[in-house]
């Protein structure tokens, strides 16, 4: 059974750019969920879906944005990119709620 | 407001030293708690989910229990492919999103 997906793997962008990362779940979980992980302050919940609805969101700005498709892929942009937003952002799927959550590779995302 | 905090932050072992990992909580009404094992670079690893108090759950060198304050995850004998962070989490009542530690980095030395 294959794992969650995440591309790209490895994103470099200057300042002001926006980026779009994209996430496939495991076949058959209906729940994405995205996080943001930096040295400092670990694992923070960007947010979740749902069968094509955002169940969840965490305490980013407005500038962090997603997107669930009706196969379950999930997409997150983030606009007018910051030094700040420098992290590994993980794609994490689940059957549904109770439920072990499955992370993919994530992707390295670096802001010069 | 949920809140996960870990100790140690780091934690050297000999190959064969047995020891804990400890997993602290404060929720509302917990649903479950969760540990993953999280090597660099990589996503993290699930390894166990526990519901509720008592409940003990195990996976070759690596035993996890629950409390209503906190959780272990016992390492017995461990070897150097046990190096990696431990990261635990726990869901409050309702659809709520996991709430993350900020994990132990265990380093075995052989």
């Known amino acids: 059974k294959a794992g969650v997906t995440q591309t790209p793997r490895y994103l470099i962008k200057t300042r002001g750019q926006q980026v779009t990362l994209s996430c496939s779940p495991i076949s058959g979980h209906r729940s994405v969920s995205w996080y943001q992980q930096t040295p400092g302050q670990g694992l923070q919940f960007l947010f979740e879906?749902?069968?094509?609805?955002?169940?969840n969101k965490g305490n980013f700005p407005g500038r962090f944005s997603g997107r669930q498709f009706s196969n379950s892929r999930s997409e997150m942009n983030v606009s007018t990119l910051e030094l700040g937003d420098s992290a590994l952002y993980l794609c994490?799927?689940?059957?549904?709620?109770?439920?072990?959550?499955?992370f993919g590779p994530g992707t390295r995302l670096t802001v010069l | 407001e949920d809140q996960v905090t870990q100790s140690p932050e780091a934690l050297r072992l000999q190959e064969g030293e047995s020891s804990s990992l400890n997993c602290s909580y404060t929720v509302s009404g917990l649903r479950g708690l969760f540990w993953y094992r999280q090597d660099p670079g990589k996503g993290p690893e699930f390894l166990f989910t526990l519901y509720s108090a008592g409940e003990e759950k195990e996976k070759e060198r690596l035993k996890a229990t629950l409390t209503k304050k906190e959780s272990f995850l016992h390492i017995t004998a461990p070897k150097p492919e046990d190096s990696a962070t431990y990261l635990c989490?726990?869901?409050?009542?309702?659809?709520?999103?996991?709430?993350f530690g900020k994990g132990t980095r265990l380093s075995v030395i052989a």
């Open positions: 989490a726990v869901q409050a009542g309702g659809n709520t999103p996991l709430v």
């Open positions: 879906y749902f069968s094509e609805t955002q169940r």
């Open positions: 994490a799927s689940s059957l549904g709620d109770r439920e072990e959550q499955f």
